[in-house]
């Protein structure tokens, strides 16, 4: 019997601290396990006991790249059991920044954490002497995708000006209506990106992914909409735990998550444009039209044009609700403490972000679940290494570590640490 083992202790240029396994036995791949051994963190223990208007504040330290997601999440959750409804223009405030957060999270991303594996560099200081001006036009973006989460929400890294009800002060107009220009120019930047990217070399890989995302009746979503899949199902918020439940692996300490019927859910850019294809905004549509995307792409190495295609929507939101924007007449509604449960769901820039809370008729929470995207897409990220794999071992043993750690960077599994992976193990029978 032929073995091949490919281990990959620690993987990098990814959020938090996990690792690869692969095993191949008689020219076939028997095991793709994403280990993720990071500590529990236990967000939802410490959330209870602590009084509802707290929770958008905790949350946000989850994540230091993605804070609207969970701000977002905790808020809606909490304006469901007060039965709150915020004005229209506060609603825009918060569609445009969580435009920024997905502008800043995307362009890093493509830029400097995944462009390197098509182009065939190391990292993005590989990047920038090969390609100089793709690398200043990523941070440039990355940069007002941050401005507008500071305009906002009052600073870059875990706003501090959203709250349950809306927000704590009115963003300055004038400051508002000063990004204006730079939005217009960001817009045109990002188009560019589009086709500068099309030019990559893309492996040869689909799958038949049921893929979840939110869908809103109005408009692309974002930070609001319901469960919505590729094969037709069509649920409310309320209904996230009928139809993904989680369950316990022993090689990873984050849940895996399965669909009621146990097949898995494909969430994230991707998922989002598959789902949405129809709602995008004119330049996001010409864009993908440009690079071929189509109204439905299942190649998941792909997904990098997915989310420039966002981008590009983003700015073009942004600069729409900046343009539009009218102060309305009081920053946030009144929110009063209610007995219930409250259920949340934005979709974060890797996908869709779950909240549930239940709190007494004190406003104290009782009980807290979320669900983070990378949590569910780790058996699909697991399915790609097995059929990625399967497809190239003729390859090297470099050749496909390089390979599955660009399968695994498709699905931009949370940012942390911007290097690659470090040693690989190969134990040959």
């Known amino acids: 019997m032929s073995r091949r083992t490919i281990k990959v202790d620690t993987l990098a240029r990814v959020e938090g601290e996990g690792a690869l396994d692969l095993t191949v036995r008689d020219g076939q791949v028997t095991r793709a396990h994403l280990r993720i051994y990071e500590p529990p963190r236990f967000f939802e223990a410490f959330l209870r006991g602590r009084d509802f208007r707290e929770a958008p504040d905790i949350t946000s330290r989850i994540c230091g790249i993605c804070p609207i997601a969970y701000i977002m999440g905790a808020c809606r959750a909490m304006e469901q059991i007060c039965d709150i409804t915020l004005d229209p223009q506060l609603e825009a405030l918060r569609r445009l920044v969580y435009c920024g957060e997905w502008i800043e999270s995307h362009a890093l991303h493509v830029h400097l954490l995944h462009l390197p594996d098509f182009l065939g560099c190391q990292d993005v200081v590989e990047v920038a002497k090969s390609h100089p001006e793709a690398v200043r036009r990523g941070l440039r973006l990355k940069k007002l995708g941050n401005e507008l989460i500071r305009v906002v929400g009052g600073r870059e890294v875990h706003p501090v000006n959203l709250k349950v009800g809306g927000f704590y002060r009115l963003p300055d107009v004038e400051r508002l209506e000063a990004l204006v220009p730079e939005l217009e120019r960001a817009v045109d930047e990002a188009a560019a990106t589009v086709s500068f990217l099309a030019g990559l070399d893309f492996p040869d890989y689909e799958a038949d992914y049921e893929y979840l995302a939110l869908r809103h009746p109005e408009r692309y979503a974002i930070e609001l909409g319901d469960l919505r ?19 316990h692996v022993r090689h990873s300490t984050a849940l895996h998550s399965r669909l009621h019927h146990g097949g898995l859910a494909h969430l994230g850019p ?98 807290a679940k979320i669900v ?19 497809a190239h071992l003729d390859l090297s043993d470099d050749d496909l570590r390089w390979r599955c750690e660009q399968t695994i960077r498709n699905y931009d599994p949370c940012i942390s640490c911007s290097a690659h992976f470090l040693d690989l193990h190969i134990d040959r029978g």
């Open 229 to 247: 899949t590729s094969a037709g199902v069509d649920l409310p918020v309320t209904s996230y735990d009928e139809l993904l439940q989680e369950e």
């Open 372 to 390: 983070a995207p990378t949590s569910v897409n780790q058996k699909i990220i697991e399915q790609d290494l097995t059929g990625v794999a399967q």
């Open 270 to 367: 991707l998922a989002r444009y598959n789902v949405n294809h129809d709602q995008l905004t004119p330049r996001a549509r010409a864009a993908a039209e440009e690079v071929g995307l189509g109204p439905v792409c299942r190649n998941p190495f792909k997904s990098i044009l997915a989310r420039m295609v966002e981008i590009v929507l983003a700015f073009e939101e942004a600069l729409r609700i900046v343009q539009s924007y009218v102060p309305p007449a009081a920053p946030a509604a009144e929110v009063h403490p209610r007995a219930g449960t409250g259920f949340g769901a934005t979709e974060a820039p890797r996908g869709v972000c779950y909240h549930r809370y239940t709190t007494d008729a004190r406003g104290v929470i009782e009980d």
